[in-house]
């Protein structure tokens, strides 16, 4: 056998469940898992997964310990009575907030729709529990309903997954991360004991279910007991833990990376991950791989949370890793592997997501595979860009080409993601199996890389199809001048992907050790200047929107000029409703319609106005916003009047389109000058 058969021969999927369940030793909470950033349970996993990695053979395990705010999520109980005096107990879900009781504490619980501002209107919810039924992967995030019930003066919030995540059964609870503060408490109800609750609370009561507490005719309510310990811990200590097999040629990486932090016990989400990356290092081991690059394994901390009221608050972890612990990995790791979710299909086709720079390499790779129809009918195939869902966006934006096995588009995400039934019933060996043979493939044919392989033309011309040459015009700006630049980067970036290619198989042919060594000697700084550039091609063209989305700088303006001239269109057609659509899809405005003031304004400043320390790799991503929240309450007043005046509605609006198209002006001179940058840097490249 040669040795890409001999590891292969050393995966042994058995060893990799038997980790992945193993990790389900520790947990915060005992009936539901649960082991978050900083916690008792995190550092007992860590120091499993550190013994290890020292078990199987890796070298240099460290663990890399960094500071952030931890989470101790031990128990929320509910209690009530039915009204045929019967018991009922409730295990709640948690998220990311302060919430303490001394045993079990009575509180009224108040029924409130969506829990939108409009649901509060003359109820008063001081020190009472607040429950709502919400869709947050469709309308909106948990931060919002939770600030305006504290706001309210609620004692927590409740919510009720209605579709969107823990649609496989009604007895599901679900988890996100908080992206807001902590003084806002908030727990999950399951939808099976959320409707045996309205159904007390609905239900005519009779006396003696009034005796029980069960039923109050004015508000929906019915009185409860909680005990619940949910303790945030501002500025603790958490820890990525690290393993190296060491490389032979040269001081660049190859790095794999998983989370080991999870919410209930996270069998996909994240351990099966983090047991496949020691499995594939256990058979490179085995198999006695002698690599190239330096191959480092590591297992991240606080992926799913880690910093108090930041929308940024999730890849805590490896933003720290690369970013803090080890900047110097920047401009030194030829690719990042990373795992999410690999025991399951997500679909018919496998997918591999990645940076628009390593597409191209990607799906040479992916079509030297034999996939196997019982695991992937469909197949396999590339994706590109990358999403901020998970730690590889950290790794991105810091200049670490990376990649992750596709996770978001299956019905996994509906159904099991988050929830209690994130389990081993999910297990797929087939699939669990071709990803270890799959991936520790890819680690063998990246180690024969001398250059990265970078395809900068790919993302280039990704960036002069987003700009509207014609808005643009309309706005003052020069769009046809970005495109040709752009244009030109993509034609010299083609050129020099061809030399990389080149140099790349060159090294290939090469027998003797010494050869190799000297060659790769002759490209460190060609290796140094190409990641140089991919590090600006990040910095200087990747940005979010305000739903966390990866677009280019300009996009976001393009949007909300369409919408806003969309909306002035209505306006002057009289018709009301149809501006207000318009307007719901600029920046963050669709929380205007819905909220006070107060929660629009909390959750837009602490994404333009906190340091970078907290907002971590969101930081400068966003760079405008529009308010329009006066525009869309004075809108939504307009709705009720027979023949509204809307002159003045027109002028505030116009106003708005005018300050998007300065902004359009800025970022495409922006663009501009960071297309010409980009052209002196491919300009000046000596390979």
């Given at each position: ?10 995966l042994?999927?058995?060893y ?45 395990v ?9 989470w ?21 879900g948690?998220?990311?907030?302060d ?24 109820v ?15 309308e ?13 003066g ?13 649609e496989?059964d009604?007895t ?32 005519k ?6 005796n029980?507490g ?11 007991w909680?005990?619940?310990s ?6 603790v ?22 989370h ?8 996909q ?10 499995g594939i ?15 480092v394994?590591?297992?991240m901390?606080?992926e799913?949370?880690?910093v ?14 690369v970013?803090?612990?080890h ?37 040479k ?9 019982e ?13 901020t869902?998970s ?19 299956g019905?996994?995400?509906q ?5 209690q ?14 990803h ?12 024969k890389?001398?250059?990265?392989p ?21 706005a ?7 495109t040709a ?25 090469l027998k ?25 091609t990040?910095?200087?063209?990747v ?21 806003l ?28 319609f ?55 509605d ?38």
């Open positions: 056998m040669n040795i890409e058969e001999t590891c292969l021969s050393f042994d999927t058995d990799s469940y038997e980790i992945a369940k193993r990790m389900e030793t520790h947990k915060t909470n005992p009936a539901l898992g649960y082991r978050t950033a900083g916690s008792r349970a995190e550092r007992a996993t860590g120091d499993i997964l550190f013994e290890e990695m020292q078990n199987i053979g890796l070298s240099e460290t663990k890399d310990t960094f500071r952030l705010d931890g101790e999520f031990e128990k929320a109980i509910l209690k009530f009575i039915a009204p045929d005096g019967q018991e009922h107990i409730c295990q709640m948690g998220y990311q907030t919430f303490v009781t001394d045993g079990f504490q009575a509180y009224e619980l108040v029924y409130l729709g969506k829990g939108t501002a409009s649901d509060y209107e003359g008063d919810v001081r020190g009472k529990l607040v429950m709502v039924e919400m869709n947050q992967r469709d909106w995030w948990i931060s919002f309903p939770v600030y305006q019930a504290y706001l309210k609620a004692a927590a919030l409740i919510a009720v997954q209605t579709q969107g995540y823990g496989v009604a599901a609870l679900n988890a996100q991360d908080i992206a807001g503060p902590e003084f806002a408490p908030a727990f999950s109800l399951s939808q099976a004991d959320a409707a045996l609750l309205k159904s007390i609370m609905f239900e009561a009779s006396g003696e279910e009034k029980h069960a039923y109050d005719s004015d508000v929906h309510s019915v009185t409860v909680l005990d619940a949910s303790r945030i811990m501002p500025d200590t958490s820890a990525n833990i690290t393993g190296k097999i060491p490389g032979t040629e040269t001081d660049s990486m190859i790095l794999l990376s998983a080991y932090d999870s919410y209930f016990d996270g069998f989400d994240d351990n099966a991950a983090v047991a496949l990356m020691l290092a256990r058979a490179l081991i085995k198999g006695g791989y002698q690599p190239a690059h330096t191959l394994f590591c297992a901390a606080a799913e949370w880690g108090i009221d930041s929308k940024y608050d999730w890849s805590t972890g490896a933003y720290n890793q970013f803090r612990i900047p110097e990995w920047q401009g030194k790791v030829i690719a990042n592997l990373n795992f999410e979710l690999p025991a399951h299909a997500h679909n018919t086709r496998d997918a591999v997501r990645c940076t628009y720079e390593y597409a191209d390499f990607m799906q790779f992916v079509d030297t595979l034999d996939v196997p129809g695991a992937f009918p469909d197949g396999m195939t590339v994706l590109y860009p990358i999403e869902w730690d590889d966006f950290s790794m991105a934006i810091a200049g670490i080409p990376s990649m992750v096995n596709d996770f978001s588009a019905p996994f995400m159904n099991y993601y988050h929830s039934y994130d389990n081993q019933d999910l297990y797929q060996e087939p699939v669990y199996r071709f270890h043979e799959c991936y520790l493939k890819l680690v063998l044919e990246m180690d890389l001398v250059l990265p970078f395809d900068f033309g790919k993302m280039l011309r990704a960036a002069a199809d987003s700009v509207n040459e014609r808005m643009c015009a309309a003052g700006c020069t769009g046809k001048e970005l630049l752009l244009k030109h980067a993509a034609a010299l970036a083609d050129e020099i992907y061809e030399k990389i290619s080149q140099i790349n198989g060159d090294y290939l042919k003797l050790p010494d050869e190799r060594l000297a060659f790769r000697k002759r490209q460190e700084s060609t290796a140094a200047a190409l990641y140089h550039i991919f590090r600006k990040q910095d200087y063209f940005r979010l929107n305000w739903h966390d989305e990866v677009i280019f700088p300009e996009e976001a303006v393009q949007r909300n000029l369409h919408e001239q969309s909306a002035l269109k209505s306006l002057k057609a009289g018709d009301v409703r149809q501006a207000l659509a318009a307007l719901y899809q600029v920046d963050n405005n669709m929380y205007a819905l909220f006070d003031e107060e929660v629009y304004y909390h959750f837009t400043e602490y994404i333009l106005h906190q340091p970078k320390e907290r907002l971590m790799w969101g930081y400068g991503r966003i760079v405008h916003h529009e308010n329009l929240y006066g525009i869309v309450q004075k809108l939504k007043s307009r709705l009720q009047e027979p023949a509204p005046m809307l002159d003045e027109i002028r505030r609006l116009d106003a708005a389109f005018r300050r998007q198209k300065s902004c359009l002006r800025d970022d495409i001179r922006y663009m501009t000058d960071a297309a010409e940058k980009i052209i002196q840097l491919l300009t000046e490249l000596d390979i």
